[in-house]
């Protein structure tokens, strides 16, 4: 059932602040450490990857001594704008002992939308592909106002998908996939239209103190990338080299299969 993505070439992995995290919500290195790996794997594997991370604001909450998200906007931007370099830090850290050049993009969900700078971005990404180097994607907390609030990224990384046509989108969460009310794991999504339908009455989202969005946030996220021709995967980004696993076509987490007929940009990214 899930063979088809041992071909996969091109992959993004979206990371949630809660990946980033203790149980505490406390930034931890060993949680980043684990991350690396993961990625790590993909890129042995001889495919692209691009990262699309959240945790700015995590990390300007602990180097100010926030126990709680800040509830107004101007704190949250202000968090972001203490968290951003010390986010992107921690990768080129890990990273640059494992050999791998890291590049930062900063992105809005609505600047995509935007025709010049949607061009532009995808130069860029074509560019850091040739180069072999890894984009790390984050939302522009300090000046965007949707995505803080409410998406944690989930949609920002759909639109990176498609804006470099991912053959994949891999979202890290902190459970093993989409779970039903009796306590099965769902394997697979193959319709749209299922989500609404019969998904949307197994929600139960919890929420951290660092973090926004959760699984209804996710859902919406893959029926946007289905609808645009990207597959999507919930998995558990706390596993050791689950990515792989993915990859490899194992049974782990939920499957969104991208729609047969999509609806989604001619870009004209070759994968060189």
């Known amino acids: 059932m899930r063979e088809h993505l041992k071909q996969?070439?091109?992959?993004?992995?979206?990371?949630?602040?809660?990946?980033?995290t203790s149980s505490q919500g406390r930034i931890s290195q060993e949680c980043l450490e684990r991350l690396g790996r993961n990625v790590l794997?993909?890129?042995?594997?001889?495919?692209?990857?691009?990262?699309?991370s959240s945790g700015a604001i995590a990390y300007g909450m602990e180097t100010c001594g926030y126990k709680r998200r800040p509830k107004h906007l101007a704190e949250l931007q202000a968090c972001a704008a203490i968290g951003q370099g010390r986010l992107m830090h921690a990768y080129e850290q890990f990273f640059s002992r494992k050999q791998v050049v890291t590049a930062q993009l900063l992105l809005t969900r609505d600047g995509l939308e935007t025709p010049d700078r949607f061009l532009a971005a995808r130069n860029t990404f074509k560019e850091l592909f040739k180069m072999g180097a890894l984009p790390i994607v984050n939302e522009n907390d300090t000046v965007a106002t949707e995505e803080i609030s409410f998406g944690d990224n989930d949609i920002l990384s759909v639109h990176v998908a498609h804006l470099i046509h991912a053959d994949l989108l891999i979202i890290m969460s902190d459970v093993n996939g989409f779970f039903l009310k009796d306590g099965s794991r769902l394997r697979q999504v193959s319709s749209r239209?299922?989500?609404?339908?019969?998904?949307?009455?197994?929600?139960?989202?919890?929420?951290?103190?660092?973090?926004?969005?959760?699984?209804?946030?996710?859902?919406?996220?893959?029926?946007?990338?289905?609808?645009?021709?990207?597959?999507?995967?919930?998995?558990?980004?706390?596993?050791?080299?689950?990515?792989?696993k993915a990859l490899k076509g194992e049974d782990v987490g939920t499957l969104f299969v991208a729609d047969k007929n999509p609806r989604r940009a001619s870009l004209g990214l070759e994968r060189k």
């Open 8 to 20: 996969t070439q091109r992959i993004v992995i979206k990371v949630g602040t809660s990946i980033l």
């Open 41 to 52: 794997q993909v890129l042995k594997m001889k495919k692209q990857a691009a990262v699309v």
């Open 193 to 244: 239209d299922e989500i609404d339908q019969n998904l949307v009455k197994h929600l139960k989202d919890t929420k951290k103190e660092t973090t926004v969005g959760g699984m209804r946030a996710k859902l919406e996220a893959a029926k946007v990338a289905m609808r645009l021709g990207v597959s999507l995967m919930i998995v558990n980004g706390h596993e050791e080299a689950v990515i792989q």
